[in-house]
C-alpha cells in the first residue's frame, strides 16, 4: 500500500479536499496522474444521467411496440388475466391494443476491459490499444406488457393522409400511433429514425418485468478535436426478458410477444450506439485551427472501471503522443462527487493559450490608478496623485503554471500575458490636472502576471470587482477547465485543488439532484421533477 | 581596528555622511527586526541540516512511517512560516533605511571606494572580511554563531563575481558556477519628476509590495525588477518574495508527493542557501553600518561604517545571485511595477467556480 495513501495536506487550503457532500476522502494528490496526461472519472449516478439524457435526446427513453387486441392471439390464461384487469364492456371499446413496453433504462453495472497487471518495478506499463475494447455496462428496462388505448385525434380537410383513414368529406377520427396490417406485424415507415417516443393513449398495465442488456462499450474519440466518451453499442444485442408473473412469463415465450418486443427494441439496435458517458472535451468548442495550432500529440484515451465507496467508477484516461500511463494504478478521485477530472500542465497550458486567444479583450481598460509623485516640478515632497491609464492586455498567453502557495490559499494558477499601458491624463496630489505629458505619454509594453485562486473563496468582506470585459474573458478561459464536457449539466459548487508540486489540478463537482414528485391529475398520473442545488 | 591593506584602503576614501542629512529611523525597531532575521536565519539553517539527516534516514529505511512524513511535513510549514517571517523582518527593515536614504548613502559610499582602488572580486571581500576578527566579533554580537558562520562561510565558497563602475554606476557580475555570469546595474532611488511612465509608476512600488507582502501572500506578487539599473531595496524585496516562494514550492513537494531521499544539491537548495546567506549578511551588515555610519555619534568610525555597507551591498549581490538561479518556474520580470495598480480590476485572488455553478 502507497505510503501516501492516507495523507491529507496538514492544512488544507479551502477547496482542497473539500468533499461538498462530505463522503468521501481524497485521495493523496501523488496517487492521482498515474501517468497520464489527463483522467476524467465518472460515478455511476453520472453515467445513468447521461445515458438517460442521450436516450430521451434520441427518443429511445421509451420504447414500445404495439398489436390490435384480439383474443386468439393470446392464451386462454392470459385472456383471463386481462379479463381481471379490464371489464369486457372497456375491451371491446374499438382500438384496443397488446403492447409491449420498454422504459426506464438503468445502469446497473458497468465493466471495464481487463487491465494488464502492472508488473512491480514497471513504472510505464503498455497501455491499452485506443479502441480499448472489453467493456461492458449492463443496462436493465423496465419491461410492462399493457392494454393500450390510442388517443383520437381529429384532423382537418387539408391535412393529408398519413397512416390512418380519413372520411369522405376530409373530416374524422383516426387513430394515431402505427397501423396494423396484418397480424401480428407493426408497420412503420421502415427507416432508422428515431423512436417517436411513448405513444399517447391509455394504458393499463398487466404484467412487468425486466428486459436486461449487456451492451460492449467502446471508447469513441475524435483526435483532432480532443474529445473522447464511452459509447455503448447495441447493435445486435439482444435482451433477456423476466417476469414474475408466470401466466405473462409464458405469453413472451409467444411468436405474438417476441415480433412485439423485437419491434420495440428496432429503433435501439438501428441506432446502434448510445453514448454512456458525457463527451470529454478539454478545449470545448474551439475551433479546428486553434486545436491545431496547440500543436499537442495525438490523443489517446483509455477506459478503466474501478471501484470505490460508493461503487463502481469510469475512467477515460488520456495521454498525447507516446504514453507513459498504467491502467492498472488509476484509483477514484472522486472523493464522493459525481464528477472528477485531472488535467496535467501539459494540457491545460496548450488549452488555456488557445482559450485566451479565443477569448482575448482587444480593447482597451481604462482606469484611474494613485501614483506616488512630486507635489510640484520643483519638490522632493511627494503626495498621491492619479493617472488615467489605459491598459490593453495582449492577445496571448506566454505562461501559464502553478505556483506554490505559502498562505493558507491554494497554489495559484498563473498566466503571464502582456499589457500595453498608456498614460492619458494626470493629475498632480494638489489636484492639478498635469496638461504637458510628453514623454509620460509614451505607451510602454511588458509583462503581466495574473494569479487566479481557482477554488478558494475570497476572505470574509473581501470584494473583487472584475471589468466586465475581463470577467467575460475568464468565464471563456476556466469554464472548459472546470466543465471539461459538452453536456449541458446543472452541477452544484466547484471544488478542487492545484498542485504546484505535480504541475496539475483536479477538479470535482456533482449533479443538482432532482427529485421527482408524483402529482395526482384528473387523469392518471403527471411526474413533475422539481431540481434541487 | 585591523583591516587588511586592500580593504583600508577601499575604507579610508569614503566620506562619512553628515549627521543632518539623515533622516530619523526607530532604532529600536531596527534591533528586534535584525535580530529576527539572524534568529530565522538561524532556525532555517537547522532546518536544512534536519532536512538533509531526514533523507538520509530515509534512504536507509526499508519503509517509514506515516508519522515521519507527518513530521517533515510540520517542519517544512515551520521553515516556511521563519522564511517568511525572514522575508518580512528584512522588508520592515530594508523599507526604514530607505526612507532614511541610507540605501543610497550606501551606493555613494562603495561607488567612491570603487573609484579609488578599482574593481573588486566578491570572493576576495568575503575572505578579507570573515577573516577580519573584529568583523567576526561583530557577527558574534549579533547572534551568529560559530557554526552558523561556518555555514555561511560554506555557502559563500560557492559565489564568484566582481563589483565594478559602469557608466558611473556601481556594476556587480556574480555566478556561482552553473550558467553565465549575470549583471546588474545598482541605481540610486527615484527623485525629482518623473521623466516617463516607468518612472512615474516605480515609484513608491517598494513600499506597496511591502504592504501586500504583509497583508497576503507572495503569491500574489510577481519579482519586480530591472537588471538594466535595479534599486537596493528592489533586490531585498525579490529576494524576499522568492525566498518565501521556494520555501512554499519545497512544502508542497513534501505534502503532495513525499520526501525524497536524494541528496540536497538541487539548484532550488542552493538559490534557498544563498538567499539565506545574503539576508544574513546584509542584515548583520546593516546593524553595523547604522551604528557606525552617522557623523557625530559615539560610536562613529568611518571604516568600519564602509565595511558595513559593503557588507549591505555583498549580501544583496548574494540575495541575487540566489533569485537568478532560481529553476523552474522562473520569476516574472517586469521593468515596470505597475501590476498592483494599473488595472485593479484585473488583480486580486477568488473563486471562479461561480462562473459554472
Not at chain 1, 489527463?38 to 420504447?63: P, V
Not at chain 1, 449487456?214 to 426478458?241: D, H, I, K, R
Not at chain 1, 463527451?279 to 485551427?289: C, E, I, N, S
Not at chain 2, 562619512?16 to 526607530?26: K, R
Amino acid at each position: 500500500m502507497n505510503s501516501f495513501s492516507l495523507f491529507q495536506r496538514l492544512s488544507p487550503a479551502p477547496g482542497q479536499f473539500v468533499n461538498v457532500d462530505g463522503n468521501g476522502v481524497a485521495p493523496p494528490p501523488s496517487s492521482v496522474p498515474a501517468g497520464f496526461d489527463a483522467i476524467a472519472e465518472f460515478s455511476t449516478y453520472l453515467l445513468q444521467h447521461t445515458l438517460s439524457y442521450n436516450l430521451q435526446q434520441s427518443g429511445l427513453d421509451s420504447l414500445s411496440a404495439q398489436v390490435p387486441y384480439q383474443a386468439d392471439l393470446v392464451s386462454a390464461q392470459v385472456q383471463a388475466a386481462i379479463a381481471t384487469h379490464v371489464r369486457p364492456v372497456i375491451q371491446a371499446r374499438s382500438g384496443m391494443c397488446l403492447e409491449v413496453e420498454l422504459s426506464n433504462a438503468t445502469l446497473t453495472n458497468i465493466e471495464g476491459p481487463p487491465v494488464p497487471p502492472t508488473s512491480a518495478g514497471a513504472a510505464t506499463a503498455r497501455w491499452r490499444p485506443v479502441s480499448n475494447p472489453g467493456g461492458r455496462a449492463t443496462i436493465q428496462w423496465t419491461l410492462s406488457i399493457n392494454l393500450f388505448w390510442p388517443q383520437m385525434k381529429t384532423v382537418g380537410p387539408a391535412e393529408p393522409a398519413t397512416n390512418g383513414t380519413t372520411s369522405p368529406t376530409g373530416a374524422g377520427i383516426r387513430p394515431s400511433g402505427a397501423v396494423v396490417a396484418g397480424l401480428g406485424t407493426v408497420m412503420t415507415d421502415g427507416s432508422p429514425t428515431p423512436g417517436p417516443g411513448l405513444p399517447q393513449g391509455e394504458r393499463v398495465t398487466l404484467a412487468q418485468g425486466t428486459a436486461q442488456m449487456s451492451v460492449p462499450t467502446q471508447v469513441m474519440m475524435v483526435g483532432n478535436a480532443f474529445t473522447c466518451w464511452l459509447t455503448a453499442m447495441f447493435e445486435n444485442v439482444q435482451p433477456s426478458y423476466a417476469i414474475a408473473d408466470p401466466v405473462f412469463a409464458d405469453f413472451l415465450k409467444t411468436q405474438v410477444a417476441q415480433n412485439l418486443a423485437q419491434q420495440a427494441i428496432s429503433p435501439l439496435l438501428n441506432w446502434q450506439s448510445v453514448r454512456v458517458s458525457p463527451v470529454v472535451a478539454p478545449a470545448r468548442t474551439l475551433p479546428g485551427t486553434a486545436l491545431v495550432n496547440m500543436q499537442l500529440p495525438a490523443m489517446q484515451a483509455s477506459q478503466v472501471v474501478v471501484e470505490d465507496q460508493a461503487g463502481s467508477v469510469l475512467a477515460l484516461c488520456i495521454s498525447f503522443g507516446q504514453s507513459g500511463g498504467a491502467l492498472g494504478l488509476v484509483r477514484s478521485f472522486l472523493a464522493g462527487h459525481h464528477f472528477a477530472y485531472y488535467a496535467s500542465e501539459k494540457l491545460f497550458k496548450p488549452v488555456l493559450f488557445a482559450l485566451w486567444n479565443a477569448n482575448a479583450v482587444r480593447v482597451p481598460i481604462v482606469h484611474d490608478v494613485p501614483v506616488e509623485m512630486p507635489v510640484d516640478q520643483d519638490s522632493n515632497e511627494t503626495g498621491q496623485g492619479v493617472a488615467r491609464v489605459s491598459v490593453t492586455l495582449g492577445d496571448n498567453l506566454s505562461d501559464a503554471s502553478i505556483e506554490a502557495s505559502d498562505s493558507n490559499f491554494g497554489d495559484p494558477l498563473t498566466i503571464v500575458t502582456t499589457q500595453t499601458v498608456q498614460l492619458l491624463r494626470l493629475w498632480d496630489p494638489n489636484g492639478n490636472e498635469i496638461t504637458d505629458l510628453g514623454d509620460l505619454a509614451k505607451p510602454a509594453e511588458g509583462p503581466i502576471p495574473i494569479r487566479l485562486q481557482m477554488f478558494d473563496e475570497l476572505p470574509n468582506g473581501a470584494q473583487q470587482n472584475l471589468d466586465p470585459m475581463v470577467l467575460h474573458l475568464f468565464e471563456g478561459l476556466l469554464r472548459p477547465v472546470y466543465m471539461p464536457i459538452m453536456e449541458p449539466f446543472s452541477v452544484t459548487r466547484v471544488a478542487g485543488y492545484t498542485s504546484s508540486a505535480l504541475r496539475a489540478l483536479v477538479v470535482t463537482w456533482s449533479l443538482k439532484r432532482q427529485i421527482v414528485v408524483p402529482v395526482p391529475t384528473a387523469v392518471g398520473t403527471e411526474i413533475s421533477a422539481v431540481a434541487v442545488g | 581596528m585591523s583591516i587588511t591593506k586592500d580593504v583600508s584602503e577601499f575604507l579610508t576614501t569614503t566620506n562619512a555622511s553628515s549627521a543632518s542629512s539623515v533622516a530619523p529611523v526607530n532604532r529600536e525597531m531596527l534591533r528586534r527586526e535584525q535580530v529576527l532575521v539572524v534568529e530565522r536565519t538561524t532556525r532555517l539553517y537547522e532546518y536544512h541540516r534536519y532536512l538533509a539527516d531526514a533523507r538520509a534516514w530515509k534512504a536507509g529505511q526499508k519503509g517509514v512511517t506515516i508519522g515521519f512524513e507527518r513530521e517533515v511535513q510540520t517542519q517544512a510549514a515551520a521553515a516556511l512560516t521563519n522564511a517568511h517571517e525572514l522575508a518580512t523582518a528584512s522588508l520592515h527593515i530594508t523599507g526604514q533605511v530607505k526612507q532614511a536614504g541610507e540605501l543610497d548613502r550606501t551606493l555613494e559610499n562603495i561607488i567612491d571606494g570603487i573609484k579609488a582602488t578599482g574593481p573588486v572580486r566578491i570572493e576576495d571581500l568575503w575572505k578579507q572580511t570573515a577573516s577580519d576578527p573584529r568583523i567576526r566579533q561583530h557577527f558574534r554580537e549579533q547572534g551568529v554563531s560559530d557554526d552558523l558562520f561556518k555555514n555561511l562561510d560554506g555557502t559563500m565558497q560557492k559565489v564568484s563575481g566582481s563589483l565594478f563602475l559602469k557608466e558611473g554606476k556601481l556594476a556587480a557580475e556574480v555566478t556561482t558556477g552553473r550558467g553565465a555570469p549575470r549583471s546588474v546595474l545598482f541605481v540610486r532611488s527615484d527623485n525629482g519628476p518623473p521623466r516617463t511612465m516607468q518612472a512615474l509608476f516605480a515609484r513608491g512600488r517598494f513600499e506597496r509590495m511591502a504592504q501586500t507582502f504583509d497583508a497576503w501572500s507572495v503569491a500574489g506578487l510577481p519579482a519586480v525588477m530591472n537588471t538594466n539599473g535595479v534599486e537596493l531595496a528592489d533586490v531585498i524585496a525579490n529576494g524576499s518574495i522568492q525566498g518565501v516562494q521556494l520555501a512554499a514550492r519545497h512544502k508542497r513537494k513534501l505534502e503532495d508527493t513525499g520526501l525524497t531521499t536524494y541528496a540536497g544539491h538541487d539548484p532550488g537548495t542552493i538559490a534557498s542557501a544563498l538567499i539565506l546567506a545574503g539576508f544574513l549578511i546584509y542584515g548583520v551588515g546593516m546593524a553595523l553600518a547604522l551604528s557606525a555610519c552617522p557623523a557625530g555619534s559615539y560610536e562613529h568610525d568611518q571604516s568600519v561604517c564602509t565595511a558595513g555597507r559593503l557588507m549591505m551591498v555583498l549580501g544583496a549581490v548574494v540575495i541575487l545571485a540566489g533569485t537568478l538561479f532560481i529553476p523552474g518556474a522562473t520569476p516574472v520580470w517586469t521593468q515596470l511595477g505597475w501590476w498592483t495598480l494599473a488595472v485593479p480590476s484585473i488583480s486580486g485572488a477568488g473563486a471562479f467556480g461561480w462562473l459554472i455553478t
